[in-house]
């Protein structure tokens, strides 16, 4: 089994910034891609932005030049850092990621941390 323990979120102004982090543990022999996804009040969860495990990145068009997704293999921590943050980018943000324990690939959740930008 993996756990996803996410931190950063909080109250910022519009034009703020804030770094999102979510670290696994647990069995884990490797980790596939690793994403963000937030779900704002009424509306459904989206993708945020993702990163594979070579690095490679890939943003929604609504955030693309103000986040930006890494990650840290050794420490099995991917990261969201979120700059010129506006108040549609708002929601509960939840960690994603793709684990390998001895046999099996599992897809897993964080609990989610609320981010929200005041006008």
């Known amino acids: 089994q993996v756990q996803l323990v996410e931190s950063g979120g909080g109250l910022v102004e519009a034009g703020g910034s804030l770094r999102l982090s979510c670290a696994a543990s647990?069995?884990?022999?490797?980790?596939?891609?690793m994403g963000w996804y937030r779900q704002a009040p009424g509306k459904q969860r989206e993708l945020v932005a993702d990163v594979n495990r070579a690095g490679r990145s890939n943003y929604a068009d609504s955030v693309k030049g103000r986040f930006t997704i890494s990650r840290d293999n050794a420490k099995n921590t991917v990261y969201l850092q979120m700059n010129n943050l506006k108040p549609e980018d708002t929601g509960v943000y939840y960690c994603?990621?793709?684990?390998?324990?001895?046999?099996?690939?599992?897809?897993?959740w964080g609990q989610g941390t609320q981010v929200t930008v005041s006008s």
């Open positions: 994603n990621l793709d684990s390998l324990d001895s046999r099996f690939w599992g897809n897993y």
């Open positions: 647990g069995t884990i022999a490797s980790i596939g891609a």
